[in-house]
C-alpha cells in the first residue's frame, strides 16, 4: 500500500512542478466554473490530455495554485488502479497537502476508462469532495453507459476529433485569413496536406514523417487494447477482415449481411451477431461511424441494413489502406463528413439520400432538412458535373430543401438547375469559414 501511495504521490508533485504546460490551444475550450463533472471524449491521441492541459493552464491563470491541480493519467503503466486502490488518490493528496480543503481542489482524470470502477470513485468525488473534475477517455459507449447509470445529472459531455483545418494551419504556424490574396495559395496546398494525412497532432508536428507507422501503430493500440483485450475478441482474423472491408468501401453503402455471406462462402465459421458487435465497437473507439439512409421514419433509417461508413482520420486510412491514398475524391467526402460530423448540434442529424439519385449528405436542425451537401474533387468533367446536380436536385424536391451546395477542392461558382440555385464552394474556405464562427450557418 506504502509503495503504492508514494507512486501516487511522486505522480502529482511531478505534474505540478511541470506546470504551466507548454501546448498549442485547440478551438475546444472546456467551462472552469460549471459546478458539473466535464467529460472528454475522442480517439486515441487525438488531443483529449492537451485540452485538459489547456484548461489547467486557464486555472493557472485565473489563480488557482499549481497545488490545487490533482492529475492522474490512468493509462500510465507504472500503476494499475482498481476499485480497492482508487481511493490512494485521495489518501495520498491529504498526506501531500493537509490543509488545502478538497472543494478548492481541481481533479483531472485521463483516460479514466482503464480503471475498473471508476464511475464510482468519481461519484463518491463529486458527491463528497469536489465539484471541480474533469474526466477524459477513449471508448464513448463505456463512457456514456456508466455516465447515464453511475452520474446521470452530473455531466457536460464534449468530443475531441483529431485537428480540423484551421487547427491544422494553426499547428503548421499558417495564416489561416483566405481574403488576403498571399495566403490563399498556401491554404489550398495545406488542405491538400490536411485532405491526405489528416489531423493527428503527432503526425502534423512531425511534418508528416513516418506519418504510416505512426498511424499503424495508433491502429494497433486501438485494435488491441480497445477491442480484443477489452471485449475478449478471440477471432482477431475476422475482426480484421471486416475492417479491411469497410475501409475498401468507404463511402458506399455496405450491410454486414453481405460481409457475412463473403466470410461464409469461403468457408469461415461467423456468427452474424458477432459481426454487428464489431461494428458498434469500433464507433465506440472513434474508429468509424455509419451514416444511414435518411427515411421518413427515424426508426425505419436506423434499421436499414446498408449504412455508409466514414473514419476517423484520412492519415489513418492511408496509413491502413494503400489504394486510399490517390483517391482525392473519397478523401474529400471522408473530410467533409468528420467537419459536419464535428458540429456537435448535429451529430446525429446527417443522413445520406438514394432516390433515383444519390445525394451525400443531409442535414437536419429539429427534424427538418435545411442543407443538401455533394462532395466532389473536381467538376472538370461534364458528367461529373450532370450527375453532381441531378443527385441535389433529386434530393431537394423531395425533401422541399433549397440550401443546395456542392464542395470541391477549388472550384467556386454558382450554378442555377431547374428552380434551385446550387453553391460551388471549395472545401478549404468552407472549413475555414465555418470553422471561424464554430457553427453552421443555415438559410431557411
Given at each position: 500500500?506504502?509503495?503504492?501511495?508514494?507512486?501516487?504521490?511522486?505522480?502529482?508533485?511531478?505534474f505540478?512542478?511541470?506546470?504551466?504546460?507548454?501546448?498549442?490551444?485547440r478551438?475546444?475550450?472546456?467551462p472552469?466554473e460549471?459546478?458539473?463533472i466535464?467529460?472528454?471524449?475522442?480517439?486515441r491521441?487525438?488531443?483529449?490530455?492537451?485540452?485538459?492541459?489547456?484548461?489547467?493552464?486557464?486555472?493557472?491563470?485565473?489563480?488557482?495554485?499549481?497545488?490545487?491541480?490533482?492529475?492522474?493519467?490512468?493509462?500510465?503503466?507504472?500503476?494499475?488502479?482498481?476499485?480497492?486502490n482508487?481511493?490512494?488518490?485521495?489518501?495520498?493528496?491529504?498526506?501531500?497537502?493537509?490543509?488545502?480543503?478538497f472543494?478548492?481542489?481541481?481533479?483531472?482524470?485521463?483516460?479514466?476508462?482503464?480503471?475498473?470502477?471508476?464511475?464510482?470513485?468519481?461519484r463518491?468525488?463529486?458527491?463528497?469532495?469536489?465539484?471541480?473534475?474533469?474526466?477524459?477517455?477513449?471508448?464513448?459507449?463505456?463512457?456514456?453507459t456508466?455516465?447515464?447509470t453511475s452520474?446521470?445529472?452530473?455531466?457536460?459531455?464534449?468530443?475531441?476529433?483529431?485537428?480540423?483545418?484551421?487547427?491544422?494551419?494553426?499547428?503548421?504556424?499558417?495564416?489561416?485569413n483566405?481574403?488576403?490574396?498571399?495566403?490563399?495559395a498556401?491554404?489550398?496546398?495545406?488542405?491538400?496536406?490536411?485532405?491526405?494525412?489528416?489531423?493527428?497532432?503527432?503526425v502534423?508536428?512531425?511534418?508528416?514523417?513516418?506519418y504510416?507507422?505512426?498511424?499503424q501503430?495508433?491502429?494497433?493500440?486501438?485494435?488491441?487494447?480497445?477491442m480484443?483485450?477489452?471485449?475478449?475478441?478471440?477471432?482477431?482474423?475476422?475482426?480484421?477482415?471486416?475492417?479491411?472491408r469497410?475501409?475498401?468501401?468507404?463511402?458506399k453503402?455496405?450491410?454486414?449481411?453481405?460481409?457475412?455471406?463473403?466470410?461464409?462462402?469461403?468457408?469461415?465459421?461467423?456468427?452474424?451477431?458477432?459481426?454487428?458487435?464489431?461494428a458498434?465497437?469500433l464507433?465506440?473507439?472513434?474508429?468509424?461511424?455509419?451514416?444511414?439512409?435518411?427515411?421518413?421514419?427515424?426508426?425505419?433509417a436506423?434499421?436499414?441494413?446498408?449504412?455508409?461508413?466514414?473514419?476517423?482520420d484520412n492519415?489513418?486510412?492511408?496509413?491502413?489502406n494503400?489504394?486510399?491514398?490517390?483517391?482525392?475524391?473519397k478523401?474529400?467526402?471522408?473530410?467533409?463528413?468528420?467537419?459536419?460530423?464535428?458540429?456537435s448540434?448535429?451529430?446525429?442529424?446527417?443522413?445520406?439520400?438514394?432516390?433515383?439519385?444519390?445525394?451525400?449528405?443531409?442535414?437536419?436542425?429539429?427534424?427538418?432538412p435545411?442543407k443538401?451537401?455533394q462532395?466532389?474533387?473536381?467538376?472538370?468533367d461534364p458528367?461529373t458535373?450532370?450527375?453532381?446536380?441531378?443527385?441535389?436536385?433529386?434530393?431537394?424536391?423531395?425533401?422541399?430543401?433549397?440550401?443546395?451546395?456542392?464542395?470541391?477542392?477549388?472550384?467556386?461558382?454558382?450554378i442555377?438547375?431547374?428552380n434551385?440555385?446550387?453553391?460551388?464552394?471549395?472545401?478549404?474556405?468552407?472549413?475555414?469559414?465555418?470553422?471561424?464562427?464554430?457553427?453552421?450557418?443555415?438559410?431557411?
Open positions: 500500500m506504502k509503495q503504492q501511495k508514494d507512486l501516487i504521490k511522486s505522480l502529482i508533485l511531478d505540478q512542478k511541470n506546470l504551466p504546460l507548454k501546448i498549442i490551444p478551438n475546444l475550450a472546456l472552469i460549471s459546478g458539473k466535464i467529460s472528454v471524449c475522442g480517439v491521441r487525438c488531443g483529449k490530455t492537451f485540452v485538459l492541459y489547456d484548461t489547467i493552464n486557464k486555472l493557472l491563470k485565473h489563480k488557482v495554485r499549481a497545488e490545487n491541480i490533482l492529475f492522474i493519467n490512468f493509462d500510465d503503466e507504472r500503476i494499475a488502479f482498481t476499485e480497492k482508487l481511493d490512494f488518490i485521495i489518501q495520498s493528496y491529504t498526506e501531500l497537502f493537509p490543509d488545502i480543503p472543494k478548492e481542489v481541481f481533479f483531472f482524470f485521463d483516460e479514466i476508462q482503464m480503471a475498473q470502477g471508476w464511475e464510482q470513485f468519481v463518491r468525488v463529486y458527491d463528497k469532495y469536489s465539484k471541480n473534475i474533469f474526466i477524459s477517455g477513449s471508448n464513448s459507449k463505456l463512457l456514456a456508466e455516465i447515464a452520474l446521470r445529472g452530473r455531466t457536460i459531455p464534449f468530443e475531441v476529433f483529431p485537428l480540423s483545418f484551421s487547427e491544422f494551419c494553426l499547428f503548421k504556424d499558417i495564416d489561416t483566405f481574403y488576403l490574396q498571399k495566403n490563399a498556401k491554404l489550398k496546398n495545406s488542405f491538400v496536406e490536411f485532405n491526405k494525412y489528416g489531423g493527428f497532432p503527432e502534423v508536428l512531425s511534418g508528416f514523417k513516418f504510416e507507422k505512426i498511424l501503430e495508433y491502429f494497433h493500440i486501438m485494435l488491441y487494447q480497445d480484443v483485450e477489452r471485449y475478449e475478441i478471440k477471432n482477431i482474423a475476422i475482426l480484421k477482415y471486416y475492417i479491411s469497410m475501409l475498401a468501401n468507404l463511402s453503402p455496405t450491410s454486414v449481411n453481405k460481409i457475412y455471406n463473403e466470410i461464409k462462402s469461403a468457408g469461415i465459421k461467423c456468427d452474424k451477431n458477432l459481426l454487428y458487435d464489431y458498434d465497437m464507433e465506440s473507439i472513434y474508429f468509424l461511424q455509419r451514416l444511414c439512409k435518411h427515411d421518413s421514419s427515424v426508426l425505419k436506423e434499421l436499414i441494413k446498408e449504412k455508409k461508413a466514414y473514419f476517423i492519415g489513418m486510412i492511408n496509413a491502413l494503400y489504394s486510399f491514398t490517390d483517391d482525392f475524391g478523401q474529400l467526402e471522408n473530410t467533409i463528413f468528420l467537419w459536419l460530423r464535428r458540429q448540434d448535429f451529430k446525429r442529424d446527417i443522413y445520406f439520400y438514394k432516390g433515383k439519385k444519390e445525394c451525400d449528405f443531409i442535414l437536419f436542425d429539429r427534424n427538418k435545411v443538401l451537401i462532395s466532389c474533387w473536381s467538376l472538370s458528367d458535373i450532370k450527375r453532381e446536380i441531378q443527385g441535389l436536385t433529386d434530393a431537394a424536391k423531395n425533401l422541399k430543401c433549397k440550401d443546395l451546395t456542392i464542395v470541391t477542392s477549388e472550384e467556386e461558382d454558382e442555377k438547375a431547374e434551385f440555385i446550387i453553391k460551388v464552394v471549395p472545401a478549404w474556405k468552407l472549413l475555414l469559414e465555418k470553422e471561424r464562427t464554430n457553427t453552421l450557418s443555415f438559410s431557411h
